[in-house]
């Protein structure tokens, strides 16, 4: 079977760093991605790694390790729409797996 | 402008009832899926489909029901076996169903069920 870690709830300053790790147990692995979700609406998609390292896309930035079957999800220069819940999902012989998803709180 | 369309946004049922949620799409995708969302659950599968006239159960298909007649379409039936209909439900897309860039899934806004 498939499983996912993630935590439940991250709370951080507007304009800081903050580090979503998702942990994952899976057969088949093909790629991790991540997921945003804002209160009430539809996930939109984020970003995908299949090989290890960095992805960076403007703000956000994607980390893989396949050998340690980790993630993580950096938000960096943090702003108050930013809040929402992101989640993390692996690909494999099967369709996409989702966690059960981190609810970021920004404040000011 | 392509997407995928879901509706009604909110519905109400009485408790028995089926009820069968829409979800259509333009965007020329052969993979769509159906997911349930639950406070604190995530996104859980009920059913997906690979293709026109296919699909195949999640991991939670028990009381519901799908079909795929048309590759633009992929209607969910709640059924009255569902012992606990009441919640967020998502239906989505892809080019394919692997997950990988290019494949990622365009989701719907979702419709809000509550079986009264």
């Known amino acids: 079977g498939q499983s996912l870690e993630q935590p439940s709830e991250v709370t951080a300053v507007e304009g800081a760093i903050v580090q979503i790790n998702c942990t994952y147990q899976?057969?088949?692995?093909?790629?991790l991605s991540w997921y945003q979700q804002h209160d009430g609406g539809a996930p939109t998609f984020l970003s995908y790694?299949?090989?290890?390292g960095l992805e960076e896309t403007g703000r956000f930035s994607s980390f893989l390790s396949r050998s340690d079957s980790y993630g993580y999800l950096l938000l960096q220069e943090l702003q108050m729409k930013d809040s929402a819940s992101y989640f993390c999902?692996?690909?494999?012989?099967?369709?996409?797996?989702f966690g059960k998803g981190t609810r970021l709180s920004v404040i000011a | 402008d392509g997407g995928i369309t879901q509706s009604p946004k909110y519905l109400f049922r009485k408790e028995g009832q089926n009820v069968t949620l829409s979800c259509e799409q333009n965007?020329?995708?052969?993979?769509m899926y159906w997911y349930r969302q639950d406070p604190g659950q995530g996104l859980r599968l009920i059913y997906y489909?690979?293709?026109?006239?296919?699909?195949q159960k999640g991991d939670i298909a028990e009381g519901y029901s799908v079909s795929r007649e048309k590759k633009e379409s992929f209607p969910l039936t709640v059924t009255s076996a569902q012992k606990n209909p009441t919640a967020f439900y998502l239906c989505?897309?892809?080019?394919?169903?692997?997950?990988?860039?290019?494949?990622?899934?365009?989701f719907g806004p979702g419709t809000r069920l509550t079986v009264l």
């Open positions: 999902a692996v690909s494999g012989n099967t369709p996409l797996v």
């Open positions: 790694n299949a090989l290890d």
């Open positions: 965007l020329n995708h052969d993979a």
């Open positions: 899976t057969s088949g692995f093909y790629g």
């Open positions: 489909s690979q293709i026109v006239n296919d699909f």
């Open positions: 989505a897309s892809s080019t394919r169903a692997s997950g990988s860039p290019g494949d990622e899934q365009f």
